[in-house]
């Protein structure tokens, strides 16, 4: 087993294997429509959005799209999709089952799969219009964090409670789902909040 050094933690690839878990489809379907809405532009230097699912039911594994994915169809191979098996915050370790080094952001997904059982798939975008429109009143973060930092997911945390939809300051926003197609229409409620 090999351990990669990521800008946030260190991935160990327990299996090195492509995913072939038939629920990648339908991930794949709300990817391309948050590239039809113009959701995951990238924010800062490859910063781009990131979708995952929970693996299971009861445990907090999930499936995450891989980092630097830049959502080009052409590009959105199994390959692009990694397992996360095991997160250890306090060590940055991550361990997953695929190919890839998973989204910088996956203990942001983590610790909401963690303190939301109800919760089994999580998006996350980007919508400059979604984050700044006052009145709209989304919870956000209290303080503005460096994406993919240990600090905005638990920034993240003190808000979450039982909120499916939450602007993260300054940066992006997250939907929550009790399954992919929920967090999905959870996302373009919002976007339609936004823009009708
Ligand atoms: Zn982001």
């Known amino acids: 087993m090999k351990s990669h050094l ?32 113009d959701l995951i532009r990238p924010v800062g230097k490859d910063s781009y959005g990131n979708l995952s699912f929970r693996a299971e039911p009861g445990k907090n594994e999930f499936v995450i799209t891989a980092t630097k994915e830049d959502f080009h169809d052409e590009k959105l191979t199994p390959t692009r999709f990694v397992k996360v098996v095991h ?11 695929g190919l890839e080094n998973p989204s910088r952001d996956t203990f942001l997904h983590y610790l909401i799969y963690k303190n939301r059982p109800d919760i089994n798939a999580v998006f996350h975008g980007h919508c400059d219009r979604l984050d700044c429109e006052p009145g709209l009143n989304f919870v956000t973060t209290e303080k503005e964090q460096p994406w993919g930092s240990v600090e905005l997911a638990r920034e993240v945390e003190k808000v979450l409670g039982k909120e499916n939809f939450i602007i993260m300051r300054n940066h992006g926003f997250l939907a929550l789902g009790k399954n992919i197609d929920d967090a999905g229409k959870t996302t373009l409620r919002a976007y339609q909040k936004c823009f009708q």
Request: contains cysteine; hydrophobic residues 40%.
């Open 6 to 37: 990521n800008v946030n933690f260190f991935t160990e690839f327990i299996r090195k294997e492509v995913l072939t878990d038939l629920r990648l489809e339908d991930l794949k379907y709300w990817i391309s429509r948050f590239g039809f809405y």
């Open 87 to 97: 997160c250890d915050i306090n060590n940055n370790k991550v361990r997953v089952h």
